[in-house]
């Protein structure tokens, strides 16, 4: 599944750092910029990831650096 | 057909008043009538010589000196007889005009023949000298005559959508300053409908064709080209910004689902794009922060989202996203009775509804795994009421420029129907605010 996650805009660099470091441990490989050549504060602080582990939604709501986390969402074709 | 081998059937640019080179002339009948055999004259060279000579004068001076190409009868059901009863030209015209008296239907229309010349020579001093023959009663420049048919779309009368959203009712504004986004499965932008009408179309990872069909639906119903002898009409004559956001092959359950990366990053694209509208004929149940917070964005950069309400009335009737979005424009579905299509969700966050059912609009010329009709074809589903208020708002923004997006989604509200089926209701769980009706929307 694909996770979403978005960093508060108030959280400083040394915390997101410790999030990544963490997901790191928990062994997510690839952690990326939704929005990469945003220059837009809000939409930065928006990272995606790829995990089948389903423990991973909670343990990222409770990082205090994180404002939300959301599997993606589907949508389809209404016709 | 290339587009400049098409024949128009539009006045031409320079209007002339007469038909070049020809000449309408009746000579007197009376100056005829003793000299006709009973019952009719034989189209023969003895024939000819019963012309009086005052009479064949004129038509000789024409011959000699203006270069006459030929004399018919108007009226004469003879005339193509005629033309080939003699090889000698001055018998033909004579026999020409004795048939425009001999064969004519009434005396009112006696003695008329129509006689070609190079347009140089056909000069007023040419019709003063030919006018001023004892034996010629009229001369007067054959009248210039066009098709007064406008190009129209051959099939614009199927467009039953367009008749209840009012909009032939009324001329509405040009449009084609303002882009309108549609994201979906892309477009075919060769399509004689829509040619010149794709401002941009970004493809995302995938390829450029329209395997499924949607996305070049939905543009149909938006922005087809009206009155260019091809299909359909669409809503606005206005631009379209394309994003591709759904994969060429379906998911395993074979149903097309949006890549949701590709999607989310062409929301983010729309913002700074100069869109000014946006279409989104697409669905799900789950809401998203992410997608929120872009859709809230679009808002508030003056972007008005329109998004279907969803298809799944008879399977729980829950509430779709984006269309539940409070930013957002939500559209639900009628039928040709006028009534809910039956499977066009309501809820609250409902704001009118438009035609969904059976509308016809444009398809990729190619068919493919996905899809056996191509070209025009009528669908049915949210998604394709959705494009009409897309349309709608993009003649109204073309109208007001200035206006906020919630003062076009208010406008498109307080203008809206009210339908039978609203009972004395304003407002409803079914309908929201009523049927769209562009009419009324850009007075």
Redesign the interface.
């Known amino acids: 599944v694909?996770l979403?996650f978005?960093f508060k805009e108030s959280a400083p660099a040394r915390d997101r750092e410790r999030v990544f470091s963490h997901l790191r441990k928990l062994g997510v490989s690839a952690v990326e910029p939704?929005?990469p050549d945003?220059e837009d504060d809000?939409?930065a602080s928006?990272f995606?990831l790829d995990t089948e582990d389903e423990s991973l939604l909670p343990r990222l709501k409770r990082e205090r650096a994180v404002e939300?986390v959301?599997?993606?969402?589907?949508?389809?074709?209404?016709? | 057909m290339a587009r400049s081998d098409v024949p128009t059937f539009e006045a031409p640019p320079s209007e002339p008043e007469d038909a070049p080179g020809q000449l309408i002339v009746r000579v007197h009948p009376e100056a005829i009538h003793e000299h006709l055999p009973s019952p009719a004259i034989a189209l023969t060279r003895e024939d000819a010589q019963l012309l009086p000579e005052a009479v064949a004068k004129p038509f000789e001076y024409l011959r000699e000196s203006a270069g006459l190409g030929h004399v018919e009868p108007l009226f004469s059901p003879r005339r193509h007889e005629v033309a080939s009863a003699t090889r000698f030209l001055a018998e033909r015209d004579r026999l020409a005009v004795l048939t425009s008296v001999a064969d004519s239907p009434s005396e009112e229309l006696e003695g008329f023949s129509v006689i070609s010349l190079p347009e140089s020579q056909r000069t007023p001093d040419l019709v003063k000298r030919i006018r001023s023959s004892r034996a010629v009663q009229l001369v007067e420049p054959m009248p210039a005559r066009w098709l007064l048919a406008k190009q129209a779309d051959p099939l614009r009368n199927l467009q039953w959508g367009m008749r209840a959203i009012k909009w032939f009712d009324k001329t509405l504004p040009d449009a084609s300053g303002v882009a309108v986004g549609v994201l979906d499965?892309g477009i075919d932008e060769k399509h004689p409908d829509l040619a010149g009408v794709v401002a941009t179309y970004d493809t995302g990872p995938y390829g450029k064709e329209d395997l499924?069909g949607?996305g070049t639906?939905v543009a149909g119903t938006i922005a087809a080209a009206p009155n260019n002898d091809a299909g359909v009409a669409g809503v606005a004559r206005c631009r379209l910004a394309v994003w591709k956001i759904?994969p060429d092959t379906p998911a395993p359950d074979r149903?097309?689902?949006?890549d949701?990366?590709t999607?989310?990053?062409a929301l983010?694209a729309l913002e700074g794009s100069g869109v000014k509208v946006a279409n989104l004929?697409?669905?799900?149940r789950?809401?998203?922060?992410?997608?929120e917070?872009l859709f809230r964005?679009l808002s508030d950069a003056g972007i008005t989202v329109v998004a279907?309400?969803?298809?799944e009335f008879l399977r729980g009737n829950p509430a779709?996203?984006?269309a539940a979005y409070t930013s957002v424009f939500s559209v639900g579905s009628i039928a040709e009775t006028l009534e809910r299509s039956a499977f066009s969700n309501t809820g609250q966050h409902i704001d009118l509804v438009a035609p969904g059912s059976n509308i016809l609009s444009t398809l990729p010329r190619r068919r493919s795994d996905y899809r056996d009709e191509s070209r025009y074809a009528s669908?049915?589903?949210?998604?394709?009421a959705?494009p009409h208020a897309a349309g709608a708002a993009a003649l109204l923004v073309a109208r007001r420029p200035s206006w906020t997006s919630d003062q076009v989604k208010e406008r498109l509200r307080t203008s809206a129907a009210r339908i039978r089926a609203m009972g004395s209701n304003e407002w409803t769980r079914e309908y929201g605010a009523g049927l769209l009706d562009v009419r009324k929307a850009v007075l």
């Open positions: 694909k979403l978005k939704l929005f945003t809000a939409l928006v995606m939300y959301e599997p993606e969402v589907r949508r389809r074709l209404v016709s | 499965t499924v949607h639906h759904f149903q097309f689902y949006v949701g990366v999607y989310l990053r983010q004929s697409i669905g799900g789950a809401n998203s922060l992410t997608e917070l964005r279907a309400m969803g298809n779709s996203y984006p669908w049915s589903g949210t998604s394709m959705t």
